[in-house]
């Protein structure tokens, strides 16, 4: 057991433990966006940042091992001040409307005013054709965005990166920390940077095997269904109306949790429980997109299957 | 260490592969066995391309390097094991020189793989259909168990045996009882005391012989001995070997039920069709996975139509019979199971709720389930009989390869596919490339086919007309069919009829094919 202290209680955890960890321990959770307890840390979010004494630098809590000794601060001027800009400079620049609530209340609470750096700038509409070096300095007036148009490119899910923070979580997911298809990656650098398949060809000439397990982990809603997306876009996606019931695959023998999200007797979406160790949250295509031969379909018992085939493929 | 042995669960079983990957990029070493160069085997340490059928022999010898060299579990085996002597003597008929002739694998490869099973601290040997589905399953699986007990590796942690299941429930459907020969939990319908206690249970006489396994029961309709048939959930008009002998047989039945969620080929030579809601999202219930953990299915949508649950339309059957069942839901079926079933007992619906599912046994409510078994083998003094070896010789698939039939078929599933395609073929996918005659660059030039390019097929059977495709992880020789477009690639109208007395399963992947290109 290690003893560090934390805005001056002293907190005992087992070894190996992260500051995250021992925050969390005594009920003083951080902010985090790119942090998942099934992905290996990547450090790039910097919400999660504490003070800790001795460090000229503010540490990440998510990935930062606790050692003997250790005195942090969880909310001091430093950190407040520095967990503000980080927000801004994202809710400035980034949809989130479509995040968690808890990131509007992380708003909130660190006082963040992203509409200080000027109103919104037009979209440039050249994101995934930018290089390093070939800018302009800005007048300041304006606040640049990621706005862009969403990428539609195959029949199950869509991509809009207009509402992407570059928590990285999804390749992480796509790479060695599950599926190991390695699809996709962060291209370009700085505010240039945006998550790619290669060259930036569209996901069905891309290594794509659509798992999905990108969109399970996605914390903001750039990456969705399409079916979630289709509702939106008619206003006719409604959670409160959604149930959520928990069931197992029927595609192979491995026994994969699934999450149901239903919503007028349809299947809208599918989830796995990241808190379940056959899955920790990841899926394969099937048993995530495979749903569609039990959806409304017309009268089954009566209709050839082909025909029942056939009418599924155009939904 | 994994020995990875007739299965792509890379495309079969994705997410059981994604332990095996973790595994990997934590340093253990994947040996791949299969005929092909898979998805799975590309990430192998080292890929093993076995010709089709020839893994008795392969395993053998594999068995003589580790006793030649010493490097046998001596202790484990006189501690837990019996006909160790017999085993020896019949391996040594499997030199290294005659395994290579037989198996294709040269001999360097074959003396690794032993001496890196043998002396890994723990090893796993995983499998699939590569295995099971031969005229010789049961052999095949009993030389794979040979090799678990010669080196130790099973009933520790990390350490086993580990059949993947290609479906939800293929392991609580034999648990259950769905299987000729057994009472739910594995209790012998012929063992006069276990089944007495079951009658007492259920109120009822049982037959006390066991019944027809699947393909004994299309060998009974063939001599006119089953005359009826009650079909629940299952597609033999398309999924069985030799198809259309099959649907010749189910034709010719005087009265045949079928209840399914769908209509199914085998629906529409039905007499009577029930439809039924699909078990994992319009009913309650549980099933049971490859590592035998049991966990509950529950309604998320309301079945459409007429459809109704499985048990609520054998409950209604049973009280058409005069059965008396009365209605009972899921949890009291369950119930019910549990004091039948004395490895399922402690299974309360909301201990499979509180734990994600318990893996049998699970005696009483205070058990945890079992992470894995046989432990029993390692237990001081040992618990239980010890295991045998049972020695396995190699034999030929049935389907011989002739100059007339030069290339082996063998067939498997697709990423996005799933058995006959009725469910998965439902949605779209944007990887599904249909059905295909798959084969190696080498052929493909001998017989002047491109992508895309017709070619027939033809078996012993009969022929098919496919698409080809070119698939670099096929040898020469060597060619691959889906099942999940029986429309368009009606694979099963080739494969034989050929089965294991012992299990029942039909010789799917060997068959003898010749190739002729018919067309651009």
Redesign the interface.
Same mark, same amino acid.
Do not use: M, W
């Given at each position: 057991m290690i003893d560090i202290t934390i805005d001056g209680e002293v907190v005992q955890v087992v070894s190996g433990s992260t500051l995250l960890d021992a925050c969390r321990l005594i009920g003083k959770d951080q902010p985090t966006l790119c942090y998942l307890e099934t992905l290996s840390p990547v450090n790039v979010c910097r919400v999660c940042v504490v003070e800790l004494e001795g460090s000229r630098t503010l540490v990440p809590s998510c990935s930062r091992m606790a050692e003997s000794g250790m005195v942090v601060q969880t909310d001091s001027e430093r950190v407040r001040h520095s967990r503000k800009v980080v927000l801004e400079f994202l809710a400035s620049s980034v949809d989130l409307s479509l995040a968690g609530s808890e990131v509007r209340d992380w708003l909130d609470q660190y006082e963040a005013r992203p509409d200080r750096f000027g109103p919104r700038a037009a979209p440039t509409g050249d994101r995934d054709r930018r290089h390093a070096g070939h800018h302009h300095r800005t007048t300041g007036s304006v606040a640049e965005t990621v706005q862009q148009s969403i990428k539609i490119d &195959?029949?199950?899910y869509v991509r809009d990166y207009s509402r992407c923070i570059l928590c990285y979580k999804c390749v992480e997911a796509c790479g =060695?920390d599950?599926? &190991?298809t390695f699809a996709i990656a962060v291209a370009g650098r700085g505010f240039d940077a945006r998550i790619s398949t290669e060259f930036d060809v569209a996901?069905?000439e891309s290594a #794509?095997? *659509?798992?999905g397990n990108c969109i399970g982990v996605c914390p903001t809603g750039a990456l969705m269904f399409r079916s979630e997306h289709e509702l939106r876009q008619a206003e006719m996606w409604e959670e409160e109306r959604q149930?959520v019931? @928990?069931?197992? #695959?029927? *595609? #192979?023998?491995?026994?994969? &949790?699934l999450d149901?999200h239903?919503q007028d007797? @349809?299947?809208e979406k599918v989830t796995s429980p990241q808190d379940?160790?056959?899955?920790?949250g990841?899926? #394969?295509?099937?048993?995530r997109?495979? +749903?569609? +031969?039990?959806q =409304?379909?017309g009268?089954?018992?009566?209709?050839?299957?082909?025909e029942?085939?056939a009418r599924? @493929?155009q939904? | 260490m994994i020995l990875l042995w007739g299965s792509n669960a890379r495309a079969a079983h994705p997410i059981f592969f994604h332990h095996v990957l973790r595994g990997i990029h934590n340093g253990a070493r994947m040996y791949c066995i299969d005929p092909r160069r898979s998805e799975s085997a590309r990430w192998a340490d080292v890929w093993l391309g076995i010709d089709v059928g020839s893994d008795i022999a392969l395993a053998n010898a594999m068995g003589k390097v580790i006793i030649d060299r010493g490097l046998h579990n001596d202790q484990f085996i006189r501690h837990a094991t019996t006909g160790f002597d017999d085993y020896v003597q019949m391996v040594n008929d499997y030199p290294l020189g005659r395994a290579t002739e037989i198996t294709g694998i040269p001999g360097g490869a074959i003396e690794e793989m032993a001496i890196a099973y043998a002396t890994a601290e723990t090893a796993q040997i995983c499998w699939t259909l590569g295995i099971t589905e031969h005229h010789n399953a049961t052999d095949n699986v009993l030389a794979l168990i040979n090799l678990a007990l010669l080196t130790g590796h099973v009933g520790r942690y990390g350490s086993g045996l580990c059949p993947l299941r290609g479906q939800n429930n293929v392991q609580g459907g034999g648990d259950m009882g769905a299987i000729p020969n057994k009472l739910p939990g594995f209790q012998d319908v012929e063992n006069d005391e276990l089944r007495a206690r079951v009658e007492g249970i259920w109120g009822r006489s049982i037959p006390p012989k066991r019944g027809w396994h699947l393909t004994q029961m299309f060998e009974a309709m063939e001599a006119g001995m089953l005359r009826g048939l009650y079909v629940i959930g299952e597609n033999p008009a398309e999924s069985e070997a030799d198809v259309n002998h099959a649907r010749k047989l189910l034709d010719h039945l005087d009265f045949m039920v079928v209840q399914d969620i769908f209509m199914t080929r085998t629906a529409e030579r039905a007499d009577v069709v029930l439809p039924s809601a699909a078990d994992w999202c319009e009913s309650e219930g549980t099933v049971t996975s490859s590592e035998r953990r049991v966990q509950r299915v529950r309604k998320a949508l309301d079945p459409p139509g007429e459809a109704r649950t499985d048990l609520d339309i054998v409950s209604h059957m049973a009280e058409a019979m005069g059965g008396g069942w009365g209605r009972p839901s899921a949890e009291e079926a369950w119930d019910e199971l549990r004091r039948v079933s004395p490895m399922h007992a402690g299974m309360a619906y909301r201990r499979l709720d509180a734990l994600g599912g318990i893996q049998w046994p699970c005696w009483n409510e205070d058990h945890p389930g079992e992470k894995f078994i046989h432990h029993r083998l390692w237990a001081d003094p040992l618990v239980g009989d010890p295991v045998p070896f049972i020695p396995t010789e190699w034999v030929t698939p049935v389907d011989r390869l002739t100059q007339d039939y030069p290339y082996r078929l063998t067939t498997g599933r697709h990423l996005d596919g799933f058995n006959t395609g009725v469910q998965s073929g439902g949605f779209d996918s944007p990887i599904r490339i249909g059905g295909t005659l798959d084969l190696s660059s080498e052929d493909a030039v001998r017989l002047g086919v491109n992508d895309g390019d017709v070619v027939r097929v033809s078996s012993r059977r009969a022929s098919i007309d496919v698409p080809a495709r070119v698939d670099e992880g096929l040898r020469e020789g060597l060619v691959f069919m889906t099942l999940h477009y029986p429309e368009t690639a009606d694979v099963n109208q080739l494969t034989i009829e050929a089965w294991d007395p012992k299990s029942g399963t039909a010789e799917f992947k060997a068959t003898a094919v010749r190739l002729e290109k018919v067309g651009a």
């Open positions: &195959n029949p199950l =060695e599950a599926q &190991n996901l069905p #794509c095997v *659509y798992c149930t019931t @928990r069931t197992i #695959c029927s *595609y #192979c023998g491995v026994g994969c &949790n149901l239903v007797n @349809r299947i379940h160790d056959v899955t920790s990841h899926l #394969c295509i099937k048993g997109f495979g +749903y569609e +031969y039990v =409304e379909l009268d089954l018992a009566t209709t050839p299957i082909d029942v085939l599924a @493929r939904h | -």
